[in-house]
Every structure is written in C-alpha cells, then in structure tokens.
C-alpha cells in the first residue's frame, strides 16, 4: 500500500538549515508529482513546494528562494532543503503525492533560539 516516511526534523535556530526526506513506497514514485505539506500549531496544513516527474519545483510564496524540493526516482524518496529558516517554519512536515495518499507520521521541525 502507498506509505510515506519523513525524517530530518529537528531544533533549529533562526538563520539555520535542515534537510528532510520522504521515502515513498507502494507506488510507482517516478510517475507522479510530490509535494511537501507543512502543519503549524493551530493551523491547517499547507502546501509548502512540489515537483513534477519532469523536476519541475513550485513553491509557496515565503518558501521561494529559502526552500529547494529534489527527488531521487532511484531511491524513490522527495527531499526538502531548508535554508535560513524562520521561526514561523515551526511546523510538523508531511509529504504525499498527487493523488493525495494516506499521510505519513510527519517530521517536526523547530526553528528557535
């Protein structure tokens, strides 16, 4: 069955990087375009970038310039690279496809001095 699994979260402060992943299974990864979600406390979740099976990447707004979306058909697995976060990008991060898939556990990010 479709699963995602994130990692790389962490505690991060202001100005500083992380790199997440999102190994995919139960699918044909190459086919379809990813995305990465995001779930601030007391908000809904939003998208944060996506990239198509052709790499093209789309990002919301206040991610643009910060964020980078790449995925790796080989290992089936999309990644996230955070740059000079904010402590607003708190948030626990999701990735899923397009069809939407079931949703995986999440990789909880903090960004705080």
């Known amino acids: 069955q479709v699963q995602f699994v994130e990692s790389g979260g962490g505690l991060v402060q202001p100005g500083g990087s992380l790199r997440l992943s999102c190994a995919a299974s139960?699918?044909?990864?190459?086919?379809?375009?990813m995305r990465w979600y995001r779930q601030a406390p007391g908000k809904e979740r939003a998208l944060v970038a996506s990239?198509?099976?052709?790499?093209?990447?789309n990002y919301a707004d206040s991610m643009k310039g910060r964020f980078t979306i790449s995925r790796d058909n080989a290992k089936n697995t999309v990644y996230l690279q955070m740059n000079s976060l904010k402590p607003e990008d708190t948030a626990v991060y999701y990735c899923?496809?397009?069809?939407?898939?079931?949703w995986g556990q999440g990789t909880r990010v903090s960004v705080s001095s």
């Open positions: 139960g699918f044909t990864f190459s086919r379809y375009v």
């Open positions: 990239i198509t099976s052709a790499d093209t990447t």
């Open positions: 899923n496809r397009v069809p939407i898939g079931p």
